[in-house]
């Protein structure tokens, strides 16, 4: 199976500042059709994930613009511009491209 | 806007079966896969299998086949069983819809499993 790693697991941020989750997978994650199945799910305490990115950096709908997802290959990255109080929670890749798929294992983010 | 809403039993006894059902209101049922998804308590996320409104499912190979999947199209319905459950299958059980093209996007509100004689 396709190992994704994460760091950090554990993020403080304050209020305003950006914030940055790295991945990374054991294999690339470049589909044969040249997609890239690299996605970011956030979820709050007590919620079931809630998907902000696909496909590498395409934001989903209703997602703030200080979302931002990049990388390519075997090595991507989550970031939040400007902080939020409602950013609080776990976050979490997910890779699509070779079955079965796998998680990372989460960067909880909290403020400081 | 797609709901996904999940049911089953919660609290199973070692040996007993699970039985969770999804059902799908809103958007279209077929032209996707129907997915279930686990997490452990203190662990990350485990991708259990899933299905297409066909019946053809696909299972987490790591998960021995104990699970089995299933669809009712009539009912836009999808369901998930796991025979003689242990305490290793402890964990909140997620549906959820995965779009061909971009991957999962919606999720069911998840059902707490616990295992306990």
């Known amino acids: 199976d396709v190992v994704m790693t994460q760091s950090p697991l554990s993020l403080p941020v304050t209020l305003g500042q950006p914030a940055s989750i790295s991945c990374r997978s054991s294999?690339?994650?470049?589909?044969?059709?040249?997609?890239?199945?690299l996605s970011w799910f956030q979820q709050r305490p007590g919620h079931s994930p809630r998907r902000l990115i696909y496909?590498?950096?395409n934001r989903d709908s209703g997602v703030p613009d200080r979302f931002s997802g990049s990388g390519s290959g075997t090595d991507f990255t989550l970031k939040i511009s400007r902080v939020e109080a409602e950013d609080v929670g776990l976050y979490f890749c997910?890779?699509?491209?070779?079955?079965?798929?796998?998680f990372g294992q989460g960067t909880k983010l909290e403020i400081k | 806007q797609v709901q996904l809403q999940q049911w089953g039993a919660g609290l199973l006894k070692p040996s007993e079966t699970l039985s969770l059902t999804c059902a799908v209101y809103?958007?279209?049922?077929?032209?996707?896969?129907w997915s279930w998804i686990r997490q452990a308590p203190g662990k990350g996320l485990e991708w259990i299998g899933e299905?297409?409104?066909?019946?053809?499912?696909n299972y987490n190979p790591s998960l021995k086949s104990r699970f089995t999947i299933s669809i009712d199209t009539s009912k836009n319905q999808f369901s998930l069983r796991l025979s003689s459950v242990t305490a290793a299958d402890a964990a909140v059980y997620y549906c959820?819809?995965?779009?061909?093209?971009?991957?999962?996007?919606?999720w069911g509100q998840g059902t707490l499993v616990t295992v306990s004689s």
């Open positions: 294999q690339s994650l470049l589909h044969s059709n040249g997609n890239t199945y």
């Open positions: 496909k590498v950096s």
């Open positions: 997910m890779q699509g491209t070779h079955w079965p798929y796998t």
């Open positions: 959820a819809r995965k779009d061909i093209l971009t991957g999962p996007d919606y």
């Open positions: 809103g958007g279209s049922f077929s032209g996707y896969f």
């Open positions: 299905i297409n409104h066909s019946g053809s499912a």
